[in-house]
């Protein structure tokens, strides 16, 4: 006869075992019932670690809708285990169900079984309810103040008062803790872009300081040496920026190896269809510009922008509502008929979005074509594409060096080509003035980009900067993105994303676009496409950003000759027409009359 706790394991592997009977999706039955087997096996484990491995296996397949079901389940099988409450909530919350999980998280209150974890995600289900905001922002606030040991959930909760509009809050509960915090590079690191985040420049740019002091750092091989003081500007300076301006301009000019050929467009115009993610919290800047370059040289183009599909993982909604979704796509599909679909950001393997069997089977029906586009195609975007590739005519990355081109790195390196940036700037006819002098915007997800700023903001420089919550207010929505641009005189851009890899990126296409000078990290691949200064102004340290700024400020009109010669060189060799040319040329959309 078997032992009490043999008998008791045997009845969570069979309630277990039952769950997935009748409520896992079929396609994961063997690798559900495969964990139950070897919990079994373990002797050692409890019930509730059985359940736990269950719902942890599920979210790596991301299935939302089974997790929210085997977390109830578990709480039917083990109602003492206050967990799976928050687990509960956690993924109602991911599947966007929030009052739902409002209740799970009053349960844990009410059983005093509060976590940091459960502190963060009670005060982001309150983010959009101001008033219950407010109330449960001091009791969050005095929590973490009086956790002493400093962690992620610190770090995430300075964030989201951020995100909230609670600078000031942000910055002291940041003051309360920095001296708390041991000394390591990555201590200091996260010390340093937290404070960016709250606005404290000054402080910042001490921690990145320490950074910089420490040996042969990531910030000297990505960003240059910075000795903690700005180098004077002088005249001398200054002559050699236009010396160099000068000398730039009196060679003749080769053709770009990057150039397009000028083909001619198919007589016959496809209809195209551009496949991507929402307007949302940013505007989707590549969708804008290969649906407006398009319209400019005639195409039937349109773009089916749901986050459901391309971004599966970053939306919250159920299952249910991603199959509906993908349903209504294919209906769209199915009534419009493309010759061409551009598929932007493709999901990767096991996600819950638009999957390769999906397309492949519409490909057999409707007979489109297919080009991925890769945004940035840096080593590690093939494992995504890899998946996609025999599907596609084609793959479309914007870096001319990208290391996806070596040897070795796809099965299919003959599916990869290299195109520019359709960047589609919509003319004004009345321009405002350039009020702007140097310009940074755009995301600050490298660490860089803040150790840059963190020194550009605490001098006495004509340089703006729009990222994070103030860019979001400044540049909602393409509109307010260009007038920006066409503000400025000159934009800076990083282009280093590792110390061996710089990418070419929107923002230099974009740059160029409208007019204003390109003040690039030195960068081989931008060298492919453009003449160093003669079409931009190359930097490679902190101190040349500073001088960069001040020359611009001291010589606008250069800048704007500069500007010119390179938005007219871009419009002869990389034009809207050319690019639709040759994309449709190598999708093989050579269509009869």
């Given at each position: 006869m078997p032992s009490p706790a043999l008998a008791d394991r045997a009845v969570a592997a069979a309630q277990a075992g039952g769950w997935v009977e009748t409520e896992a999706p079929e396609s994961i039955h063997d690798l559900l019932y495969d964990g139950i087997d070897q919990w079994l096996a373990g002797e050692e484990d409890s019930p509730a670690q059985l359940w736990l491995n269950v719902v942890t296996l599920l979210r790596q397949l991301d299935r939302r809708d089974a997790e929210v079901s085997a977390c109830r389940a578990a709480l039917a099988a083990l109602p003492d285990q206050a967990y799976f409450h928050f687990r509960l909530a956690e993924t109602l919350y991911r599947t966007g169900l929030d009052a739902e999980a409002r209740d799970e998280l009053a349960e844990l209150t009410r059983r005093g079984c509060e976590t940091d974890d459960s502190i963060l995600l009670s005060l982001r289900l309150a983010a959009g309810r101001p008033e219950d905001f407010a109330r449960r922002l001091p009791a969050a606030e005095a929590w973490f103040a009086s956790r002493r040991q400093w962690g992620e959930q610190h770090k995430d909760f300075i964030r989201l008062l951020v995100t909230t509009g609670e600078h000031d809050r942000a910055a002291a509960m940041l003051q309360h803790h920095i001296g708390t915090v041991g000394f390591s590079p990555d201590n200091l690191h996260e010390m340093a872009m937290l404070s960016m985040h709250t606005g404290q420049f000054a402080a910042a740019r001490a921690l990145f300081g320490q950074l910089w002091a420490v040996g042969e750092s990531e910030y000297h091989l990505m960003i240059g040496r910075f000795s903690g003081h700005l180098a004077p500007y002088d005249e001398s300076l200054e002559r050699g920026f236009l010396d160099r301006i000068e000398t730039a301009f009196a060679r003749t000019q080769p053709v770009p190896t990057t150039a397009l050929p000028d083909l001619e467009l198919p007589a016959r115009?496809?209809?195209?269809?551009?496949?991507?993610?929402?307007?949302?919290?940013?505007?989707?800047?590549?969708?804008?510009?290969?649906?407006?370059?398009?319209?400019?040289?005639?195409?039937?183009?349109?773009?089916?922008?749901?986050?459901?599909?391309?971004?599966?993982?970053?939306?919250?909604?159920?299952?249910?509502?991603?199959?509906?979704?993908?349903?209504?796509?294919?209906?769209?599909?199915?009534?419009?008929?493309?010759?061409?679909?551009?598929?932007?950001?493709p999901e990767p393997a096991m996600a819950r979005g638009l999957q390769p069997a999906v397309l492949e089977a519409l490909k057999k029906r409707l007979g489109f074509r297919?080009?991925?586009?890769?945004?940035?195609?840096?080593?590690?975007?093939?494992?995504?594409?890899?998946?996609?590739?025999?599907?596609?005519?084609?793959?479309?990355?914007?870096?001319?060096?990208?290391?996806?081109?070596?040897?070795?790195?796809?099965?299919?390196?003959?599916?990869?080509?290299?195109?520019?940036?359709?960047?589609?700037?919509?003319?004004?006819?009345?321009?405002?003035?350039?009020?702007l002098n140097l310009t940074f915007v755009g995301n600050i997800l490298f660490p860089l980009r803040y150790a840059l700023l963190s020194v550009l903001l605490t001098e006495n420089l004509p340089v703006s900067a729009f990222y994070g919550e103030h860019r979001a207010r400044h540049a909602p929505d393409m509109a307010a993105y260009w007038h920006l641009l066409e503000r400025s005189r000159a934009v800076i851009n990083v282009s280093a994303h590792t110390h061996d890899e710089h990418l070419i990126t929107g923002r230099v296409w974009e740059t160029v676009a409208a007019g204003a000078l390109l003040v690039e990290q030195a960068n081989p691949a931008t060298e492919c496409c453009f003449i160093p200064w003669r079409h931009y102004l190359p930097w490679e340290t902190i101190d040349d950003v500073a001088q960069i700024a001040r020359f611009v400020q001291r010589n606008p009109e250069v800048a704007a000759r500069m500007a010119a010669e390179a938005q007219a060189w871009a419009l002869k060799h990389f034009g809207a027409r050319r690019f639709w040319a040759n994309l449709l040329h190598r999708a093989g959309t050579a269509l009869p009359q």
């Open positions: 115009l496809p209809r195209v269809v551009y496949v991507s993610f929402r307007n949302e919290p940013l505007p989707n800047d590549l969708a804008h510009h290969f649906v407006q370059s398009g319209r400019s040289v005639g195409l039937d183009i349109s773009a089916y922008l749901d986050s459901g599909l391309t971004l599966s993982g970053e939306t919250r909604v159920t299952d249910e509502e991603i199959a509906r979704r993908l349903a209504h796509f294919e209906a769209e599909m199915e009534r419009i008929r493309p010759d061409v679909i551009l598929l932007d950001r297919l080009v991925l586009i890769t945004r940035d195609s840096h080593r590690y975007a093939m494992a995504v594409v890899e998946p996609w590739m025999h599907l596609a005519e084609f793959a479309l990355i914007f870096h001319p060096l990208s290391q996806l081109l070596e040897p070795g790195q796809t099965a299919r390196p003959d599916k990869i080509a290299v195109f520019p940036v359709p960047a589609f700037y919509p003319r004004d006819p009345a321009p405002p003035e350039r009020d």
